[in-house]
């Protein structure tokens, strides 16, 4: 694993002398086509009854295509491909009834209710930024949106697991927005799509939707 990452920081150091060596003010050039995050997530849209959530979080890595719109290189489109682990504390009972997966509600917000997501991303975005081939720091606004299809989705309530439930949304897509100055940037995700297919608790449908605040790390 040491030589792995290793590895991976000498090609990235390479590269970046590279890129910095080769380069006239003028040129044309590629920015941030990897990308690193870390979230501070939430759900949204939850019915009334649903109690609140604790502390939940997530990570996020990928490669990014940076295509220049313009030689200067200021304004390009971005798309990409990552990985992504989210954890989220979602507040409601999920039991095992007639061979089938309910939800229902938790009473007990002492029970431990978490929801663990493996997902491939998929980043579209609109890129200005005023950056030059000889710039490093500079300041970035890009916004899109992201879509995710869920590699596996696990729910834990209590000592009990469930795992790739038929309800669970895999494919969810959202607004994105990024900006920052140089290393650091705050970024947003707001999900548009429903964690639950055709899923309802009573009367009302569960419309639980996520949101993502976090920062973000682009390279190269």
């Known amino acids: 694993m040491k030589k792995t990452i290793t ?41 009334n009854a649903v109690i609140g959530s604790g502390f939940s979080y997530g990570i996020s890595a990928g490669y990014i295509r940076d295509v220049s719109l313009v030689k200067s290189g200021k304004i390009a489109l971005g798309i ?74 696990t729910f834990d309530y209590g000592a009990n697991t469930y795992s790739n439930i038929e309800r669970f949304n895999k494919v969810q897509y959202g607004l994105t927005a990024s900006a920052g100055y140089s290393t650091f940037n705050f970024s947003l995700f707001y999900g548009l799509t429903p964690l639950f297919k055709n899923a309802v608790l009573g009367e009302p449908s569960i419309d639980t939707k996520q949101i993502k605040l976090g920062i973000l790390f682009y390279i190269l």
Do not use: C, M
């Open 7 to 47: 590895f991976f920081s000498l090609i990235i150091s390479l590269a970046l002398y590279a890129q910095k060596d080769s380069l006239q003010l003028g040129d044309k050039y590629l920015e941030d086509q990897l990308y690193f995050g870390i979230t501070y997530n939430q759900l949204f849209d939850q019915p």
């Open 80 to 153: 990409g491909i990552g990985f992504a682990f989210d954890s989220f504390s979602h507040g409601y009972k999920v039991s095992n009834t007639s061979n089938s997966v309910v939800i229902d509600l938790d009473s007990n917000i002492a029970t431990r209710s978490r929801l663990k997501l493996h997902s491939l991303e998929f980043p579209f975005e609109f890129r200005w930024r005023t950056s030059d081939a000889n710039k490093y720091r500079f300041w970035r606004v890009y916004t899109g949106f992201k879509i995710t299809y869920s590699l596996k989705n």
